[in-house]
């Protein structure tokens, strides 16, 4: 069992390359040359130091595989988190209400698509994996609620004909950085032909280099509490990860995720390249599940915290999106 000295003292390890980058600005001012410039990092490296914290001290303290084992605390924590903040946050550009056609894409056991249910929305939920379908059926029979759950890929499911068919609002939760590069584009794409005219998709993701982006913390061993070992070179991180005794399948899915990383930078790229525009990004300096999860306070990003390219990635826990397509792509009347 950690306590908190250890946590700290592993924290101030894994930022040490930050704190070296902080002293040479410090010895040599030229690099920073006004004023204004060396209180910008000085504010950010106190909002990196502090983001850093919580997000590794909250793994180490609050172990992970529980909820990976119980699919039903899992289900309950994202119907609370989703009920809580996502509902509000796809209504901010979106209608949201009794007919709201809805669409999830990954959705597991369905515990994001729940309160959407109980605003009176028809929900459909897709997922690969035929366990967590059944489990989504049977969870939401429970709730007594009603949904649609198709166990497939994807890529796979029959594009909507017509606009009937097709969804006012699509949830991509912490999906698309375990698609595939070859594939995300198409994703996106695909995605567009199920959505009506004015339809909105939120898309909820880690960015890649925060310090536990690599999803490391579904390791079995002593490696899910190590906060950026998902930053190791690909040869050294697979022999780590088969030397502290991971099987194969978590070995193939964390170097899988390695290969999808998601930068926020290359998400926004993404999208543009999709053809999707963004009507709102909100980035998560404490994701608001760590609020389930751990009982933290959910802490958004000032301004310009959030503007940094690369170094932001380091401390967003969560980057919000919500995006349109252009017409074109969508389902034809």
């Not at 994202?78 to 894409?105: C, N």
């Not at 999808?260 to 930078?265: A, L, N, Q, V």
């Not at 543009?272 to 760590?290: C, D, Q």
């Not at 990635?313 to 397509?325: G, V």
Request: glycine share 6%; hydrophobic share 40%; net charge positive.
């Amino acid at each position: 069992m950690h306590n908190r000295s250890n946590v700290k003292k592993v924290f101030w390890n894994a930022i040490q390359k930050v704190c070296q980058i902080r002293k040479f600005w410090e010895r040599n001012p030229k690099s920073l040359p006004d004023t204004a410039r060396r209180r910008l990092f000085h504010l950010w490296f106190a909002q990196y130091k502090r983001g850093m914290y919580v997000s590794y001290s909250v793994h180490i303290i609050h172990p992970m595989q529980k909820r990976h084992t119980d699919r039903r605390l899992y289900f309950d924590e994202l119907a609370a988190t989703s009920r809580e903040f996502y509902l509000d946050h796809v209504r901010s550009v979106a209608h949201v209400g009794q007919g709201t056609r809805v669409l999830e894409i990954g959705c597991g056991e369905g515990g994001n698509l729940l309160p959407f249910a109980e605003a009176g929305c028809h929900i459909t939920g897709i997922d690969i994996d035929n366990a967590r379908i059944d489990n989504a059926r049977r969870f939401f029979a429970e709730a007594g609620q009603q949904g649609d759950f198709i166990a497939s890929d994807f890529l796979a499911v029959p594009v909507p004909t017509t606009e009937a068919e097709a969804y006012d609002v699509v949830l991509v939760h912490d999906v698309i950085e375990h698609i595939e590069p070859p594939h995300k584009l198409s994703f996106l794409r695909l995605m567009q032909s199920f959505m009506r005219p004015g339809a909105v998709a939120f898309f909820a993701f880690p960015a890649w280099q925060m310090p536990f982006g690599g999803h490391q913390q579904i390791c079995r061993s002593r490696l899910s509490k190590l906060p950026f070992i998902h930053l190791l070179p690909t040869g050294a991180y697979r022999s780590l990860l088969r030397r502290c005794g991971e099987p194969d399948s978590v070995v193939d899915e964390l170097l899988s995720i390695k290969r999808s990383r998601m930068p926020i930078g290359r998400f926004q790229r993404l999208a543009k390249e999709a053809g999707m525009s963004v009507e709102r990004r909100t980035f998560w300096l404490i994701n608001p599940h760590y609020k389930q999860k751990f009982g933290l306070k959910p802490l958004r990003e000032v301004w310009p915290f959030g503007e940094i390219p690369w170094l932001r990635n380091f401390y967003t826990t969560s980057a919000w999106y919500l995006l349109t397509p252009v017409a074109s792509t969508q389902i034809n009347k």
